[in-house]
């Protein structure tokens, strides 16, 4: 799915959030890197909620990013409609095979997905990289991988001058899935190189609140 086939949905919330993107100076680079066309995960640090709106706004020019998301998402029948419309995945942590079994036909049949490769938001904390972003791009032979480095959306993105939030997307240095490599070892690996260059960062609120313990 090209960019000129966003849904409706789609384009509604990408636009009212980058109406606070735009206030927080958001900088892309590197949006050249993600296909027009065929399957592409989209692999991306985890810091903010803002990410996944940040990264669609980003690459909106380029492609529609199907996201894995939190089924809980979809118990709130409003939210359900809108991630519906939007095409996003829901994913249940611990009980996730059917999921992952529709995001890879989504690959097979030339989508482009976006998955956080920690499973949850860091809260500042080094987390370890889950086997299924591996196991995606192992599984659907000819997928391309583009990371991302999302900056600044931890900060108050919602005020003018609090935030300055620039996504970067680039292609893995140690290039896509290599013969035998293990689908965990590929998610270790491609979560390494984007977090060489975005350590996990807490929401402000966090941080006030580590501090007050």
Not at 79 to 91: E, F, H, K, T
Not at 177 to 191: F, I, N, V, Y
């Amino acid at each position: 799915m090209s960019a000129a086939e966003l849904t409706p949905a789609y384009r509604a919330v990408i636009g009212i959030g980058s109406v606070f993107l735009r206030l927080s100076r958001i900088r892309v680079s590197g949006a050249e890197n993600i296909p027009l066309a065929g399957p592409v995960l989209v692999v991306a640090n985890h810091d903010s909620h803002w990410d996944p709106i940040a990264i669609g706004y980003a690459a909106r020019q380029r492609r529609l990013i199907r996201a894995l998301a939190k089924s809980s998402l979809w118990k709130n029948p409003i939210a359900a409609r809108v991630l519906d419309g939007m095409r996003q995945i829901p994913i249940e942590r611990g009980a996730s095979t059917s999921a992952m079994r529709t995001a890879r036909q989504a690959l097979r049949d030339g989508s482009c997905l976006g998955v956080f490769p920690e499973g949850t938001l860091s809260h500042g904390r080094t987390l370890p990289a889950r086997s299924g972003v591996g196991w995606l791009a192992v599984a659907v032979p000819g997928t391309v991988i583009v990371c991302c480095r999302v900056h600044g959306t931890t900060d108050q993105v919602w005020r003018p001058g609090a935030a300055r939030v620039r996504v970067e997307f680039f292609a893995p240095e140690g290039g896509p899935a290599r013969a035998g490599e293990k689908a965990d070892a590929l998610a270790t690996r491609l979560l390494a190189e984007i977090r060489s260059g975005v350590p996990p960062t807490a929401s402000r609120r966090h941080r006030r609140r580590d501090q007050a313990i």
